[in-house]
């Protein structure tokens, strides 16, 4: 991606060219904010009551500290470049995924990148009534996630009944998620059953296969196929996504 030019920085945070100019700084290799340049400048625009810079700063600060941080008490461009096309989504999931699929290759590691957020994100889907609540003071959180059963969860919000899914990407049977560290592709037809529906039966192997995951940093050549794809999507309509009466819970196991 190419990295935003002052200009299109100065309008995304209500700053002039000038001063976004003047406080652009290098950091290991990378361009970007210092923190302490935008705490100040985001509590001086608080005391002139400067609403428009003041939560684009603190958004952008959010971005770069929690959501997509790489160095201490710094937001580098790629935070900025995200912040600046307001569609954080698809890169979160991306860099989520790529560092869970990593992890775990390596045999375990901690999952750094945006744990915070991944943490009230599971707490999301957990009972909000019932004995996993009544147990929180007298048994330990991993004996109560354990007791948990299928029908505890909060799988899905009905409220999103009417969006359309992404499905494919160019040549892609799935869709393949670029985050700042890497790539990786998701595959929709496994999220069915997070979204109400079931298996009608097994599902295509080219829909569930690993068709790309690499480092950013030493794989150029897989992110521009993913770029590329990006440029051709496929969508559903959540009605046609899947159906609600299906195969039998033994086929469905079975093919497990």
């Known amino acids: 991606m190419e990295a935003p030019t002052s200009i299109e920085i100065s309008k995304a945070l209500y700053l002039s060219k000038s001063v976004v100019e003047a406080n652009l700084t290098k950091k290991g290799g990378c361009f970007g904010f210092r923190m302490e340049f935008l705490v100040k400048r985001g509590c001086d625009a608080a005391e002139a009551k400067e609403w428009d810079t003041f939560r684009a700063i603190l958004a952008l600060s959010i971005y770069g500290i929690m959501m997509f941080s790489n160095m201490p008490d710094f937001v580098d461009m790629n935070a900025i470049h995200v912040f600046i096309l307001q569609n954080p989504v698809p890169t979160l999931l991306g860099d989520v995924y790529h560092s869970i699929h990593h992890k775990n290759s390596q045999k375990g590691g901690l999952v750094r990148f945006c744990a915070p957020l991944l943490y009230r994100w599971f707490k999301s889907h957990l ?53 700042l560290r890497g790539g990786i592709n998701y595959n929709p037809v496994l999220a069915r059953r997070t979204f109400g529906y079931a298996f009608i039966s097994p599902p295509e192997q080219t829909e569930i296969a690993e068709n790309i995951f690499y480092h950013v940093a030493t794989n150029i050549g897989q992110m521009a196929e993913a770029v590329q794809a990006w440029k051709s999507i496929c969508w559903r309509d959540k009605k046609h996504f899947g159906q609600r009466d299906c195969a039998t819970y033994e086929d469905y196991t079975e093919w497990v």
């Open 127 to 179: 009972p909000e009534r019932g004995a996993f609540i009544d147990n929180r003071h007298t048994s330990k959180w991993a004996e109560r996630i354990m007791g948990l059963r299928a029908k505890d969860i909060v799988w899905y919000n009905r409220a999103l009944d009417d969006m359309e899914v992404i499905m494919s990407c160019g040549k892609f049977k799935n869709v393949p998620l670029m985050g």
